[in-house]
């Protein structure tokens, strides 16, 4: 095995790794096409200039990379970054995973610029895209993103609903002082867009660590202050969809409301995803800096070495029934963006 280079990745640490029976494996990636980020949210990360990864894998390892993955059992695949609409050939790389015949091929992205991006990213087969909308408010919007313009994104979120994605949701992060008093406005936006609205729990990850602990607003107070508008039910997931549970609207079910609750609560047990980061680090978990190199094996073309290199990564795995995931210390030195969050 390859050594990893610290402080980026490290890997074998004590973690509590499952003992009796392994856990199935891996059936979701996230994949970071770059760390690079044009904004840098509050939480995220602390300035434009925290420093990047040096080496990515280039189109040959990529695609090396993306054969192992599938031929190792994944099936649904999240493209992230950093903001993967800065990789020069993030369409490509989308038609390319679309060619393996995946199930689920969905996109996170700040959509600074998805205006010109949606509709190339759907015809090569993207079906699902998800935005980050932190607030309406042009000036909080960019108080809180360190810069962004709120009226791009917006019309990056028109313009994937013009593209005929299956399905568009946005992501808020919500922090208390800064945009907990939007969050109607926010369901009143986008249920008017045919866009699914989720709050996020502030996580304790890199920078959301250094965050005060009063920030974070959990999803039961969220709930509370969207009460007039949600059913009174429990919040369901929807199968293979990630740890988001979602609560219908009173005034139409069909429509509905997404928290996630990476805080207050933890997902770890029913688990599948494997993240892969930009330089080629395959991560089974997003609060650790445990992860097995595979650049070198993707950049000479060892589909069946990045296998191997996935299972090796999938032992590291916590055991999903005592690991408490983002509320771990260890998830305090992860950076969401060189991770792809
Ligand atoms: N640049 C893209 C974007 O803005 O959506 C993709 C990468 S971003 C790291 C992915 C998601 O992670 C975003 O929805 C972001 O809000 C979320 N995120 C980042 N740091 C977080 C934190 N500390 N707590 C909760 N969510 C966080």
């Not at 990056?156 to 808020?172: I, L, P, Q, W, Y």
């Not at 008093?181 to 009143?188: G, K, P, Q």
Request: one cysteine or more; charged letters at 25%; glycine letters at 8%.
């Amino acid at each position: 095995m390859i050594a990893a280079s610290p402080p980026q990745h490290s890997r074998g640490r004590s973690l509590p790794l499952a003992e009796a029976a392994p856990r199935a494996a891996a059936r979701t990636v996230r994949i970071s096409l770059t760390d690079r980020c044009d904004l840098a949210c509050l939480y995220c990360r602390p300035s434009r200039s925290d420093g990047y990864l040096e080496k990515r894998l280039d189109d040959n390892a990529w695609h090396t990379m993306a054969r192992a993955l599938v031929q190792s059992g994944v099936r649904r695949v999240r493209i992230t970054g950093g903001e993967p609409l800065l990789h020069p050939r993030v369409v490509e790389r989308v038609a390319f995973i679309a060619s393996l015949g995946v199930e689920d091929l969905a996109l996170t992205t700040n959509a600074t610029r998805l205006l010109a991006l949606a509709r190339p990213l759907r015809v090569a087969g993207l079906h699902r895209i998800t935005v980050s909308v932190d607030s309406l408010v042009a000036e909080r919007f960019e108080r809180i993103t360190r810069g962004g313009q709120l009226a791009a994104v917006l019309d990056g979120v028109d313009a994937a609903r013009e593209a005929g994605f299956a399905e568009v949701k946005s992501n808020t992060v919500v922090l208390r002082g800064e945009n907990d008093d939007e969050l109607a406005d926010i369901v009143a936006w986008a249920c008017a867009r045919g866009v699914v609205p989720r709050f996020i729990e502030l996580m304790r990850v890199g920078e959301g660590a250094r965050l005060p602990a009063e920030a974070l607003v959990g999803a039961s107070e969220m709930r509370q202050r969207l009460a007039h508008l949600l059913a009174d039910e429990a919040g369901v997931p929807d199968p293979d969809r990630g740890p988001a549970r979602y609560v219908p609207l009173r005034s139409d079910p069909k429509l509905r409301v997404g928290f996630i609750t990476g805080s207050t609560d933890t997902f770890c047990a029913s688990c599948d995803r494997l993240r892969v980061a930009s330089d080629g680090v395959l991560r089974p978990c997003l609060a650790t800096n445990d992860g097995v190199p595979a650049m070198s094996l993707a950049r000479s073309g060892d589909v069946n070495g990045i296998v191997g290199a996935i299972a090796d990564a999938w032992a590291l795995k916590p055991a999903g029934d005592t690991w408490k995931g983002c509320t771990e210390s260890s998830a305090a030195d992860v950076s969401m963006r060189a991770i792809g969050g």
